[in-house]
């Protein structure tokens, strides 16, 4: 038992080196793409090589030396790490194979894994994530749109033209609500220093609070919008490190299934009330009393943002 702990906090302390430049992915990372091939893969793979991402290559089983999209295809992850210096992964993977995706990646060297893939089983997930632990690597996902450092790097779905290069950090549960979120930032006259879609299931890589604290202590972020949904503790957990953190830089938060009935799963697999503090207004409710800036509708982050980012000035 001690020696996962000890695996733990080393893990939490790699993490925290490995972005000591930017938060996870910036104009450097070596990206590869598993799945390179498929039609999700492809389509996806184009839009990140237009936004200007470090695309270096790709993974297909099988079709290892070949090209696709004018870049190299590798049958394994290994073999682009060795190749091509590869250091990051995106992941579009069917269901039933992502998981083992995830655990070749890290086993070979990769060091931040975004996995987009929705639908992964999660007794494949808890397998996954265990088998990771140790290896020196951050998860962002399952079911996630990505991470996205203006101007730097898209290794994600998102649609990159909403996100303008500034100091505002974004955690995000939802897909949607990030890119909601980047457009009210944008529009209040700020910009986006990075954008981590965390994933909507019950079992992802890295919680609300990890991706909080790697923006908490990113020199280049001033600020933070964070979002989550009804659902789980992360958020709580992530407000409660805030406050005990000392509230260094401003944090605006929503809670998005404001009206959700309990009992039933609002869109993400992790998004169902499951007791009284699961609820969107528990959670705002604690948000509220550590110091987190509640909004009540998304339309509001721009404003409150600048308002709290000219106070803290």
Known sequence: ??????????????????????????????VIVQG???????????????Y????VGGVTPGKGGTTHLEKPVFNTVADAVKQAGANTSIIFVPPAYAADA??????????????????????????????????????????????ITP?????????????????VGIVSKSGTLTYEAADQIVKAGLGVS?????????VIGTSTKQAVELLMNDPETDSIVMIGEIGGG????????????????PVVGFIAGQTA????????????VGGHDDTAAAKMKILKECGVLVVESPAQIGATMAKAMSVSA
């Open 1 to 30: 038992m001690k020696a996962l702990k000890d695996a733990a906090n080393n893990q939490s302390k790699n993490n925290l080196l490995l972005i000591k430049m930017s938060v996870l992915v910036n104009k450097n990372s070596k």
């Open 36 to 50: 390179f091939t498929g039609t999700e893969g492809t389509f996806h793979a184009t839009q990140m090589i237009e």
């Open 52 to 55: 200007g991402t470090n695309v």
């Open 102 to 147: 995830i655990m070749e990646a890290a086993e070979a060297g990769i060091k931040v894994i975004v996995c987009i893939t929705e639908g992964i089983p999660i007794q494949d997930m808890v397998k996954a994530k265990e088998y990771i632990k140790d290896k020196n690597c951050t998860l962002i996902g399952p079911n996630c749109p990505g991470v």
């Open 151 to 167: 101007d730097e790097a898209k290794v994600g779905i998102m649609p990159g033209f909403v996100f303008k290069k500034g100091r």
């Open 194 to 202: 990075t954008a981590i879609g965390i994933g909507g299931d019950p």
């Open 234 to 249: 992360m958020e709580a957990e992530a407000a409660r490190w805030i406050k005990a953190n000392g509230n260094k830089k």
């Open 261 to 272: 009935p309990a009992g039933r799963r609002m869109g993400h697999a992790g998004a169902i």
